[in-house]
């Protein structure tokens, strides 16, 4: 055998594995290179979407902040009305507080007046008090008045009868002294019964005819009804179902929206009785 060609044959076999293995090792890179890049990680929440240095990022949302909590002791006056528009001092306001604690200033104010079936009122009061009384006539409710502006003199007389008769304790839960009077005002109307006329300054006129229609009804004509027997601690004064007293129809419907009971409330103005 040629020497030669023993040589070269026997060399065949190793050419052939080194061959398979080049062309594999080429495949495998040719297969990487051909490979997606992965996507890089979304950033984390820190400044910019970047997460802090030194510290991993969250894998959830911050938590947010707690609310400040509510003061259930705010002033729950409306939100919806200038409360500087009037006075609640200056007794030539509409909107002015007068109670047992907070005497009118000076104490023998005489306000303007003007005359609605013979009783005298504010001239702001007129005009309203002469609707409400026609439009419980449209209703069939036949509403009298039984008094409305009192002078400080009369006042004297009124609250010194009421002492005689009661004692000054019980008096001052049904009769305002001089020159604390809603009455003194002119901007305040007792209110009476047609078809029971002896319920008239009795409790049980809130029970007639007139005086549910009065509950119902007062503050659509910027009245409201001021002592009422869930505000006795506040007003100072016995209920009286008959007695309204003229703010006008914006704070009146204003106080009705926001279920603010008394002008004390809305004024923060000190109430209640102070023998008490």
Known sequence: MNPTRSARSATRPLAAAVLAFVCLVGLAGLVAACAP?????PPGPGI??????????PDRAPTPPTPAPVDETAHPG???????AHS???????WVVVNRRTPLDPADYVPDLTTVRGYLVQPVVAADLTAMLAAAEQDGVHLTLRSAY????YQVSTYDGWVRKLGRAAADKVSAPPGHSEHQTGLAVDLGSST???????PCFAGTVEGRWIAAHVTEFGF????TPDVVDITGYAPEGWHVRYVGRDL???MARHAVRTLEEIFDVPGGNPGE
Do not use: I
């Not at 910019?48 to 990022?57: C, L, Q, S, T």
């Open 48 to 57: 910019g979407g970047v997460a802090a240095a030194g510290r991993a990022a």
């Open 196 to 202: 029971q006329p002896a319920c008239d300054f009795s």
């Open 252 to 254: 009146a419907s204003s």
């Open 88 to 94: 609640p001092t200056d007794p030539a306001s509409p």
């Open 78 to 84: 409306p939100t919806d009305l200038d409360l500087t």
């Open 150 to 153: 009192r002078s400080y003199g």
């Open 37 to 41: 890049v992965p996507a890089a990680a």
């Open 224 to 227: 409201l009804l001021r002592y």
